[in-house]
Nanobody, 117 residues
Framework: VQLVESGGGLVQPGGSLRLSCVAS????????MRWYRQAPEKERELVAT????????SYADSVKARFTISRDDSKNTLYLQMNSLEPGDTALYYCTAWGSSCLKECWGQGTQVTVSS
């Protein structure tokens, strides 16, 4: 199982970024996918979840209406579109997979997002 995030970087407040997570080594289509984030000295936060088949999505209150999670099963790729970014969104963002091949949730290495002027 491998999850590789990309797309992070430095962005000004109000800006946008799109994170990607390319999955390999397991049946991506059948797994629930999530984005988490962790900022220094803060607890890890579940940002967004998308079910297999994209039937359902859910978001943390802190990102609702600003972030959109999506997946392209034909490309084994998970996305997180982040708009109206705020300094409080600064964190290391991780994608995870949960399902038959990842019963204890599989994690990527993370991509850093920094929102600062």
């Amino acid at each position: 199982v491998q999850l590789v995030e990309s797309g992070g970087g430095l962005v000004q407040p109000g800006g946008s970024l799109r994170l990607s997570c390319v999955a390999s080594g397991f049946p991506f289509r059948g797994h629930i996918m999530r984005w988490y984030r962790q900022a220094p000295e803060k607890e890890r936060e579940l940002v967004a979840t998308i079910t297999s088949g994209s039937y359902s999505t859910s978001y943390a209150d802190s990102v609702k209406a600003r972030f959109t999670i999506s997946r392209d099963d034909s490309k084994n790729t998970l996305y997180l579109q982040m708009n109206s970014l705020e300094p409080g969104d600064t964190a290391l963002y991780y994608c995870t997979a949960w399902g038959s091949s990842c019963l204890k949730e599989c994690w990527g290495q993370g991509t850093q997002v920094t929102v600062s002027s």
